[in-house]
């Protein structure tokens, strides 16, 4: 049977399979640095939470500090205190905060919004601000804020009306003495430039635009191959960002410039619950961002998307070729020859009614009448 | 108008009630209580390109520049929601206006090409028909119907200049939009001011060069438009029919709507052109359907079959003439129509791949 073996097309079995999408990515862009900073460093528009007592609340030029002791008690127990924070987050989406928790105790910091008059909570028990443990030492805490409240709530807000902060202690027949400090608490906003040419950024990004994924088709792993220039010393870390998905992929640390990459993300782990810096543009991209130091400029060689394939498929290029074939037939034959022969009827037609038409009065005159 | 309550609540409805399957919604609720709906699938394409531009996505020079432009005029009317949520009631506000000046200039041009019965049928055939939903929610169909119908008017009505004009906006509004110089040219052959129709028509096609030094500004490539729509991931009619099998097996209902209205739009438009009973004013405008219906039936996705039938008023007009003297076909057609309106409207809130 070769003659209908050569008119079946190759098939090829389930499994991965390597995309190169090197040339549908955008050009480069990056963050630029530093950032435009709003700072939120009034700390006595902050409050004790209303009908506790025992507990104090200090302001400083270096901070707001809030201390006390949470009582014995045979349930979790917590204290609060918040104020108000209008800030926008589209201007600026990136919350940045400075604290120091002591080891003895958890806290979180949750955000609202207010629509009509109604406070909307942005946080959720699971979000990166919740639930998070002290541990004695200033920890950065930086979250791009429109992800965050998008994953909590399924909806884009675009602005912020309070914030809490809280500390939190499970049972226990001990009383607990906790202190709590903020020493910074601002919004960030790093403006997206063109990377094209040398530069002093922050982070940058490589647009894959919208990645196509059906349910017999699923993106495993993205891999990057290129340079990066950077300050020596700066701490590389890259991300893989699908919508609202973030994946970390690899560290890399510059100990000389530039620095070859080879990057492969697998999306297999869990997504990151927090992403510190801007979303991209586009729905999907790399992202490098630096944890220290300052970016300058990435070359990109390759870009693959890895999928994994569920359904046996025929081979593309004979489905390209022929469907290339059909397109052609059907464009350029079919659909011109279709549109010229009604074209032609109706003139025809046309002609043949108006001929009629002129022949009748003269018919008619013939035999003695007129219409 | 009066269809487009019901349109709203049967949004409102699916998305309310409706679960998701998984792999939806394909793009974040915006902030607008019951009326998020609203904006699914490809509303995310003209949303984003009314605030950011098009550099915000890959396949963004796919979509057409005029709905979203609107979009970015109206929008700050709404200040008291984000962002997001008054593009969407822009949107929303401009479809509802887009509609209702469609209505009088279709009524218009239907009544004085076959009289009053015919466009009051394809008025009733319009407002039911199975994708009618596309001229609510954040798409530019209700925008480019509204151009469409404008643009045949003035052509009916001898204001042949105004009609290319408004032809030109209408190829600003969808990618098949050009095609609408198909009547405008034809009727060179068979009418008279045949150098008005001439310029009009050459006015109408200019929208496709227009947008693609639009985007060549934008990106350094003139052919960006096109490449991007060829680029663009879909599953046409011979991908459907390259694998039945699967496509029937992977949906409780995959495609029968558009293929039922489609199949339908078809035939009601290619009949009278093989019998060649049209009369040469109606011959342009059912050439230009047969030529947009056969592109998009052998190029077009097939989940959106029934939405570019839509947009083609001969399809009405040959479905409202043929029932003219046929009440029980009639009555029929607008309660099968019905049936599926309401159906393809919930199913496309979260299970568009179904309809």
Known sequence: MPVLGISLPSVTLPGMRAMDVTSLRTPTYAESNPARILAENNWTLWNLGAGQGGFTLNYSESGLSLSGSLPPSSEPSAFSISRRLSVNLTEYPVMYMLVDVTPSAGYGIRFYSSRLGLETPLWSESDALNHRSGTGQSENIQVNMLRLTELNTGRIYDSTSSVTVYVERGASSESTPFSLQIKKFEFLDFPLVSASMLGSYHALYVGLGQIQQTPSLSLRSVQLQGRVNASIGTLIVAYFINGLFVYQGPVYSSTKTPVDLSISIALTSQSAKSFSDNLPRESAAIVLVTASGVLSQLTVEHVSLNYYSKVVETSPTTAKSRNGLLNDAFFFVVLPASVLILLYSQLKRTRARRTSSDSAPQTNARHGSTV | ?355
């Open chain 2, 1 to 355: 108008m009066a269809s487009r309550p019901l349109v709203l609540f049967l949004i409102a409805a699916g998305t309310v009630f409706g679960n998701s399957t998984g792999t939806f919604p394909p793009i974040g609720d915006v902030n607008l209580p019951v009326l998020y709906g609203l904006a699914r699938w490809d509303s995310s394409y003209y949303l984003g390109i009314a605030t950011g531009g098009y550099a915000v996505f890959q396949h963004g020079f796919s979509f057409r520049p005029l709905f979203p432009l609107i979009m970015r005029i109206l929008y700050p009317l709404f200040p008291f929601v984000d962002v997001k949520s008054a593009e969407v009631l822009a949107g929303f506000s401009w479809n509802l206006v887009a509609l209702g000046g469609t209505a009088v200039y279709l009524e218009r041009s239907t009544r004085q090409l076959f009289g009053p019965g015919v466009a009051n049928r394809a008025l009733l055939l319009l407002a039911v028909f199975p994708s009618s939903f596309f001229f609510t929610v954040i798409y530019s169909e209700a925008t480019y119907i509204l151009f469409i119908s404008a643009a045949l008017y003035y052509l009916e009505t001898r204001r042949v200049l105004v009609a290319g004009g408004l032809g030109f906006l209408a190829g600003l509004s969808r990618p098949e939009g050009f095609l609408v110089a198909i009547p405008f040219l034809v009727k060179v052959f068979f009418e008279d001011q045949k150098v008005r129709k001439l310029i009009a028509g050459l006015t109408v096609l200019a929208s496709v060069p227009a947008f693609a030094v639009y985007a060549y500004t934008r990106t350094g490539n003139i052919l960006a438009p096109f490449q991007s729509e060829a680029s663009a991931s879909k599953c046409t009619i011979l991908c459907f029919f390259n694998n039945p099998v699967y496509e029937v097996a992977t949906g409780v209902l995959p495609y029968t709507i558009n293929l039922v209205a489609i199949v339908l739009a078809v035939i009601f438009v290619v009949r009278p052109l093989v019998r060649g009973t049209l009369s040469t004013k109606l011959f342009p405008y059912y050439l230009w359907a047969f030529v947009v219906l056969a592109v998009v039936f052998y190029s077009g996705e097939v989940l959106s079959l029934a939405r570019f039938a839509l947009v083609v008023p001969p399809v009405f007009w040959g479905q409202a003439e043929y029932s003219s003297t046929r009440p029980r076909f009639f009555h029929g057609l607008l309660i099968g129509y019905s049936i599926m309106l309401c159906l393809a409207t919930i199913l496309w809130v979260n299970w568009y791949p179904m309809l």
